[in-house]
């Protein structure tokens, strides 16, 4: 079942099938770093559209992330934020269609496995570790006293906000089952289910401000406290966080803006060929999801173990003075007030970094990573971005007459 065309021409593209001409699972040799297999992934070509039964499961298997068309910033920009969590998450900008919801689903292909309470009350091993037995519940003390696992080893879950979310879904309220028992509990929100996964909130330009403050603290801190009269509880929230929006549909204050890390702004594919090979993954993919997962199972397998690799060397990451120095000029010149800006631009080129298998930061990481860190953090933008919009609808208006309406 050989997918490759190996017979194109172009010299990115016999690279690409020098290095991935195999189909059977063995290793893809000479890939340096993450980077660099993003860079390889993208224009790898498929052409056999051998259709199978997919067995109804086709929406359950996410789309390789791999095998995503273009998109190389966005790409990036999902890498470093799960390498490192620490830069505030990502937020995605741009209209419908540009692939954002697809992107932020591949990931948890992308994650190793985290583990899963088995208990209502989401209770850890790792919370007797640290507070001992009474830091679960009742149940969960006496499985843990007779030797029995409370947690299993599970994938990563993507947690979808829902739109009409309220404060009490995502910070958790009190748990009406509990009360009767005289026992006070809380239940937990969408947070606490989304530690140590992925959170996504789609067109998070339309979430009351409560709700995505409550995110946000919760996002920064890695924890969060509910209080409800006099039952008080603290919940883990270290999730990956993705945010999405479409500026058509309204704007996200600034200070909201501000607290994301990195920021895309994303736009659809220009060249014709790069259109039409993502149409054809994608078509695909729809009739036979298992056919794509497969082509790109090294690929997926490779960015993974680079992933967990980068996770590792984090810690030892080294931002030198210098490198430093240059970060700050660069945040002064470019007149942005708000001491995130440094914050997400550091801990973005150390996670470059890293994931190119380097420890020290360097000059050219800062230059990668600039645009996503510190793009859309003057206050003009949303103005300055709605002008743009409103000059690319005057455009695209005169194109439509002269070359649709003009021909009636
Ligand atoms: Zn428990």
Partial sequence: METMNTDSVSEEENNISSLTNNDTGENITGVRSLMELIDIVTGRNLQNTQIQEDGGYADVIPFPFMAIVGQKEMKIALILSIINPLMGGVLLIGPRGTGKTIAVRSLIDLLPDVPRSLCFYGCLEEDIEKGGLDAVCPACAKKFAMGEPISVLDRVRLVELPLNAKIDDVIGGLDERATINDRLRLKRGILAQADRNILYVDEVNLLSDDVIDAILDASAQGHYTVRRGPVSATYRSRFVFVGSMNPEEGNLRPQIMDRFGLRVVMQGLKEPKERLEAYRRVNLYLNNPYQVVNNFKDETRIAKEEIQLAREMLPKAILNDEIANLGLKLISKLKIESLRAEITLFEAAKAYAVADGRIEVTRNDLLRVA?????????????????????????LDKILDEVIRHQE
């Fill in 371 to 395: 645009p996503l860190a510190l793009r859309l953090r003057r206050s003009s933008f949303i103005t300055d971005y709605l002008s743009q919009q409103n000059q690319e609808k005057e455009e």
